[in-house]
């Protein structure tokens, strides 16, 4: 599996848009790149993943930058409850069926 | 629709004891992985099944096993529990592609004393 680095941890404003970097230097080509997020004590929760295009959808923008070795998630407007742990995860498109979870970003939205 | 459903939600254990853990899926979702949480491991997958069948594994002792039922329901098992067995224990589904998102539950908060 591609390894991914991320950033131990980072505060936003409320209000304001949270961007959190991952580097995967070493992706592949069959690989995407997906973001899970989990607040404290509940199951991780899926936010959005992409290959190559940036993608976005109601909760997050990603954007993959065009060497793909690196992406941003984008939350648009922080909010109290987006404080979470961030993790960033390179999956291959074959049979791997299995979520590589690194350490994350916790991120933590402040009022 | 509902959620995958993980049961119980918390759980006490004795040393050398065993413990079963239940996971329903998303209605239609015939793929269930299971990942064990802890503050010094971090998450880190069990094991996946898809149609009764486990299809990937991993690095875990031969004590963690697990099943998947026709029902797309499955199991873990943990035999003679270890203290350092304590942890959250995470159930996900999805559909039966590798690229589909996984809805995780809410997991089993698993003692062993």
């Known amino acids: 599996d591609a390894k991914t680095t991320q950033p131990p941890s980072m505060d936003c404003a409320e209000g304001r848009a949270a961007n959190l970097p991952c580097n995967h230097s070493?992706?592949?080509?069959?690989?995407?790149v997906y973001w899970y997020r989990q607040i404290h004590s509940q199951g991780p929760q899926y936010i959005i993943h992409?290959?190559?295009n940036n993608e976005t959808n109601e909760m997050a923008s990603l954007i993959i930058t065009e060497d793909r070795k690196s992406s941003t998630l984008i939350l648009p407007h922080a909010t109290l409850r987006d404080t979470a742990v961030y993790y960033c995860?390179?999956?291959?498109?074959?049979?791997?069926?299995?979520?590589?979870f690194g350490a994350g970003t916790t991120v933590t939205v402040r009022a | 629709k509902a959620g995958v459903t993980q049961t119980p939600r918390y759980l006490i254990k004795t040393r050398g004891q065993q413990v079963t853990l239940s996971c329903s899926p998303i209605?239609?979702?015939?793929?269930v992985s299971w990942y064990q949480q802890t503050p010094g491991q971090g998450l880190q997958f069990l094991f996946e099944?898809?149609?009764?069948?486990?299809?990937n594994k991993g690095n875990f002792p031969g004590r963690f096993s697990g099943r998947q039922f026709s029902n797309s329901r499955s199991e873990m098992n943990v035999s003679t529990l270890e203290l350092g067995d304590s942890a959250l224990y995470l159930c996900?589904?999805?559909?039966?592609?590798?690229?589909?998102?996984?809805?995780f539950g809410q997991g089993t908060r698993l003692t062993v004393v």
């Open positions: 996900a589904s999805s559909l039966d592609t590798a690229n589909t998102e996984a809805f």
């Open positions: 070493t992706i592949s080509g069959n690989e995407y």
């Open positions: 992409g290959l190559k």
């Open positions: 995860i390179v999956r291959s498109r074959s049979n791997d069926y299995k979520l590589s």
């Open positions: 209605s239609g979702h015939r793929s």
């Open positions: 099944y898809f149609s009764e069948t486990q299809r």
